[in-house]
T-cell receptor, first 111, second 112 residues
Framework: GQNIDQPTEMTATEGAIVQINCTYQTSGFNGLFWYQQHAGEAPTFLSYNVLDGLEEKGRFSSFLSRSKGYSYLLLKELQMKDSASYLCAVITNQAGTALIFGKGTTLSVSS | DAGVTQSPTHLIKTRGQQVTLRCSPKSGHDTVSWYQQALGQGPQFIFQYYEEEERQRGNFPDRFSGHQFPNYSSELNVNALLLGDSALYLC???????????FGSGTRLTVV
C-alpha cells in the first residue's frame, strides 16, 4: 500500500527557518508535490520534485531523496502569512495522475 | 483569468439525501479531478474526468458518481448520504501541462 507521513503540527517564530519533513512508502514513485492550504481556501502549488536534489524558489525550497523515500520543505524568513497547512503528495505508476496526499502539517508562525 | 470555481460553498444535508456539487475548471483546462478532505486529513482522490468520461477512480463506493459536460465543467453526485460524508470536497482542474493542477476552494458539506 501507499503510506505518507508528515508531522501533524509545527510552531515557529517570525523570521526563523522551518523544515517540514515528509516520508513516503510507495511503489512506482513518479514524483512529489508540496501544497500550501490556508484554512477554508484552495490548496496552492508550491513545488514538484521528481529527481533527487534541492529545488529553490524564493523563500521556499524543496528537497527529495528517492532512495530514502524522503522529502522536506524548507521555509526561510518566516512571515505570519505562512501560517497554514502544508500538504505533501506523491504520484505513482499505480495511481496514474491521482495525487496521494499525506495528512498535512499545520504550521503556526508567531511574532 | 478565473481559476477553478466551485458551488455551492457550503451545504447542509440530512442522512439519506442526495447532493450535487459543481465545478467549473480554469480556462484552458479540460480535465477535472475530485477530492474529499475530511477534517484534519489530507485530500483523498475520488475520480477524474476527461473527454466527458471517468478516466480514473479512487477507492470510493458507487454512491459517488460524476459527470463532465462538453464545456469541461463537472458535477459530483453523492447518493444516500452518510454522516461520514461530511467533508470539504475539492475540485482540481488540469490541462496539457502534466500535473499542473489548480484547485478550487471547495464545497463544505455537512451531513446531519
Amino acid at each position: 500500500g501507499q503510506n505518507i507521513d508528515q508531522p501533524t503540527e509545527m510552531t515557529a517564530t517570525e523570521g526563523a527557518i522551518v523544515q517540514i519533513n515528509c516520508t513516503y512508502q510507495t511503489s512506482g514513485f513518479n514524483g512529489l508535490f508540496w501544497y500550501q492550504q490556508h484554512a477554508g481556501e484552495a490548496p496552492t502549488f508550491l513545488s514538484y520534485n521528481v529527481l533527487d536534489g534541492l529545488e529553490e524558489k524564493g523563500r521556499f525550497s524543496s528537497f527529495l531523496s528517492r532512495s530514502k523515500g524522503y522529502s522536506y520543505l524548507l521555509l526561510k524568513e518566516l512571515q505570519m502569512k505562512d501560517s497554514a497547512s502544508y500538504l505533501c503528495a506523491v504520484i505513482t505508476n499505480q495511481a496514474g495522475t491521482a495525487l496521494i496526499f499525506g495528512k498535512g502539517t499545520t504550521l503556526s508562525v508567531s511574532s | 483569468d478565473a481559476g477553478v470555481t466551485q458551488s455551492p460553498t457550503h451545504l447542509i444535508k440530512t442522512r439519506g439525501q442526495q447532493v450535487t456539487l459543481r465545478c467549473s475548471p480554469k480556462s484552458g483546462h479540460d480535465t477535472v479531478s475530485w477530492y474529499q478532505q475530511a477534517l484534519g486529513q489530507g485530500p483523498q482522490f475520488i475520480f477524474q474526468y476527461y473527454e466527458e468520461e471517468e478516466r480514473q477512480r479512487g477507492n470510493f463506493p458507487d454512491r459517488f458518481s460524476g459527470h463532465q459536460f462538453p464545456n469541461y465543467s463537472s458535477e459530483l453526485n453523492v447518493n444516500a448520504l452518510l454522516l461520514g460524508d461530511s467533508a470539504l470536497y475539492l475540485c482540481a482542474s488540469s490541462g496539457r501541462r502534466l500535473y499542473g493542477y489548480t484547485f478550487g476552494s471547495g464545497t463544505r458539506l455537512t451531513v446531519v
